[in-house]
């Protein structure tokens, strides 16, 4: 039965999703966009799909704006009419929902990924279900690989649950229960550390193949994210190397070089595809997408917006301090277990923070810095094993049973 424990866990929360968290998901432009790349994929005119991905954005908005009034002391004893609402949306953009300038829907068209992965639930359940189930299945899944990785450096089952339940409680959980990429990507990234984990503890086919798998098919959701992944790693491998002479051998090496490759793989492939880069991005951020002329220093702009961002960020985050504790001691409990597991799970945490320096704004929220909680995760759960592991007064270790040996190099 307990074997079985992380897969029920895993269907709770996609149960808990359908009952209370898809209710209170609200539009997401980005969703727009995704809906219409998949629904042209099923093979949907331009046009037409447009108009059906704008019609099921309205519909979530008419939802949303329903939710609202129904909770609101000058509106509940009149609710707005859905119809009409629905009505109204779409004429109010009759040329797609805005912003819907080229360069900036270039952005989305270069990630087919996650179109191509929604779209047989989408011609099964509709637009805005079919896209939510994807993210949320994915979402499970992410949560399952992070116990399997637990489970794999020893914790016992309660323990490696508690990761998981960790997982789908945080905010990676919260952004995965949206129509977005988070959840996807969230679930490669844990496949990625879970590779790059096998490389370092010698299983070099089966971590090969996870970490390539992950990494590319990561990057045909947001090249981005993954090249930062491949580089992080990379640099954790090299690291790992040079700190620790116990890992210094095939796997860690070969870490190093597949990650190298898969780094320079995706570089290579967004200039000869023209994705859009950081300097389009950038772009992006301080023309308001597009609607006004091109800046000429957007890398100064950039470093002045990050001396006003983070002091704010930090500001807030003291004001509940989990991110900052849950980092502090993950990253403590990481480091006590294994210098390997520290550095590539501080790696593939790093794209967040990396993700947040190229974009310090605040109305993303922890959208994007999200992969930072794999830090508590992992490691929290890594700190409760030893604690109860630790030997009594008696010279006993306690619970010793229940954990399995971890796998031998």
Partial sequence: MRRWLPLLVALAWVGLW????????????????????????LGEPPADAQQSALVAYCRDQARSDARRAAVNPLTIDNPPRMAKRVRDCVAKYPNGLTPNKPRYEAIFTDRPGYP???????????????LSVTSALCTAIGGLLVARLLRELGTPVHLAVAGQVAYYGSPIGWWGSYPLTEGPV????????????????????????????????????????????????TAAALLTAATSR????????????????????????????NLAGAGE????????????????DPWRRLIDLNVNFWPQWLQQELRAPWLLAGLALGAWALMRRDRA?????????????????????????????????????????????????????????TGAADSPPPRRS
């Fill in 18 to 41: 359908v009952v209370a968290l898809r209710p209170a998901v609200g539009p997401a432009n980005d969703a727009y966009r995704y809906a219409r790349a998949t629904l042209e994929l």
């Fill in 116 to 130: 191509i992965l929604a779209a047989p639930l989408v011609a099964t359940l509709g637009v805005n279900a079919g």
């Fill in 186 to 233: 969230m679930a490669l990234t844990v496949a990625a550390l879970l590779g790059a984990w096998w490389l370092t503890r010698r299983h070099l086919v089966a971590g090969t193949a996870l970490l390539v798998g992950a990494i590319a098919a990561g990057a045909t959701m947001r090249h981005s994210t993954f090249l930062l992944v491949a580089a992080g790693l």
């Fill in 281 to 296: 991005t950038l772009q992006d951020k301080f023309t308001d997408h597009f609607t006004r002329p091109d800046v000429g």
């Fill in 246 to 273: 116990q890992h210094r051998h095939a796997g860690t090496f070969l870490l190093a070089g597949v990650s190298a490759a898969a780094a320079a793989g995706i570089a290579v492939t967004a200039k000869v595809l």
């Fill in 341 to 397: 597991l520290a550095w590539v799970t501080l790696a593939v945490a790093g794209t967040g923070l990396a993700t947040q320096v190229a974009h310090p704004v605040t109305g993303q929220g922890d959208r994007l810095y999200i992969a930072l909680w794999l830090v508590p995760i992992v490691g929290i759960p890594l700190l409760l094993a030893s604690r109860r592991d630790a030997p009594t007064a008696g010279g006993s270790s």
